[in-house]
């Protein structure tokens, strides 16, 4: 009912950018928070940025003045912008969108994943 479709992932060197895009659509009712989560091979799943429907956002210390998320409501879209990159930050990053359906029931959607490799 939810599908999510992520891209703008790659391989990129230490001290690059890039800028992962997420779009939501379906039979959505309105969304309140959007946000991305990273997993690296053989870690848990973890935090990264959040952003509420009126803008509010959230990040994990570890990227704190390097990445930046932001959202589009009219397109159900949300953006991370990734600067400075680190070896550290090569994962596959998740978006996960939470909101309420036109059914009027909650949902809570995984997109696919996107590979990002930093290295050099």
Do not use: H
């Not at 790659?10 to 997420?22: E, Y």
């Not at 053989?42 to 998320?69: H, M, N, P």
Request: hydrophobic fraction near 30%; charge should be positive.
């Amino acid at each position: 009912q939810v599908q999510l479709v992520e891209s703008g992932g790659g391989l990129v060197q230490p001290g690059g950018s890039l800028r992962l895009s997420c779009a939501a659509s379906g039979s959505i009712f309105s969304i309140y928070r959007m946000g991305w989560y990273r997993q690296a091979q053989g870690e848990q799943r973890e935090l990264v940025a959040t952003i509420t429907s009126s803008s509010s956002t959230s990040y994990a210390d570890s990227v704190k003045g390097r990445f930046t998320i932001s959202r589009d409501n009219t397109k159900n879209t949300i953006y991370l912008r990734m600067n400075s990159l680190k070896p550290d930050d090569t994962a596959v990053y998740y978006c996960k969108t939470e909101g309420v359906l036109t059914t009027s029931s909650p949902f809570t959607a995984w997109g696919q994943g996107t590979q990002v490799t930093v290295s050099s």
